[in-house]
């Protein structure tokens, strides 16, 4: 069964930077690719960017253009999402979801990091 | 970027009744090549990660119970829920993967009347 479990919860100042994993298994995974989505406390879901696990090609959301960095790790079958200069806004569960490619809705998701932001 | 506009907000409807939620795009989701719709529907129970219901605007993901249908196409969607099960209170969001940044409606939360 298709599972992405992600890292635990975090606690950051603002300023500081946090990197979420996703660890994928039992799919072929340079065959998809991996989209963040964010949401924060009793909001609506926000679509930061998506990574393809076969080429490393990236598409980000222009809000978090040169504040976030995706990447994968083909021998763990793991993506990674680091958001750098947080902010007390940037809290939020931080989501993985699996796509064919980036046109493509998201058919898995992971369970979701709780990433708070806070002096 | 293209606006995903949900109405209602929040919707109540007695058991067993239908239940219809709408989703505007503000420009058309609809691909002239595939005639294809780029527009899902997921389900999102509390402190749940979302769940896909419905893709390409009307095709059912598998293991989903066929009281869930959608349907529409270019700007203006519909996710109809024909006999409402209690296990169905959850918000629903729709979204567009038509073009970046893949964009989400503001959710309608369904409770029982």
């Known amino acids: 069964q298709v599972q992405l479990v992600q890292s635990g919860a975090e606690v950051k100042k603002p300023g500081a930077s946090v990197k979420v994993s996703c660890k994928t298994s039992?799919?072929?995974?340079?065959?998809?690719?991996i989209t963040w989505v964010r949401q924060a406390p009793g909001q609506g879901l926000e679509w930061m960017g998506w990574i393809s696990a076969y080429n490393g090609d990236t598409k980000y959301a222009q809000k978090f253009q040169g504040r976030v960095t995706m990447t994968t790790d083909t021998s763990t079958s793991t993506a990674y999402m680091e958001l750098r200069s947080l902010r007390s806004d940037d809290t939020a569960v931080y989501y993985c979801?699996?796509?064919?490619?980036?046109?493509?809705?998201?058919?898995?998701w992971g369970q979701g990091t709780l990433v708070t932001v806070s002096s | 970027d293209i606006v995903m506009t949900q109405s209602p907000d929040s919707l109540a409807v007695s058991l067993g009744e239908r239940a219809t939620i709408n989703c505007k795009s503000s420009q058309s989701v609809l691909y002239s090549s595939n005639n294809k719709n780029f527009l899902a529907w997921y389900q999102q129970k509390p402190g749940q990660p979302p769940k896909v219901l419905i893709y390409w605007a009307s095709t059912r993901e598998s293991g989903v119970p066929d009281r869930f249908s959608g349907s529409g196409s270019g700007t203006d969607f519909s996710l109809t829920i024909s006999s409402l099960q209690a296990e169905d209170v959850a918000v629903y969001y729709c979204?567009?993967?038509?073009?970046?940044?893949?964009?989400f409606g503001q959710g309608t939360k369904l409770e029982i009347k």
């Open positions: 979204q567009q993967y038509y073009s970046t940044p893949y964009t």
């Open positions: 039992d799919y072929t995974f340079s065959n998809y690719g």
């Open positions: 979801a699996r796509s064919a490619h980036s046109g493509d809705y998201f058919d898995y």
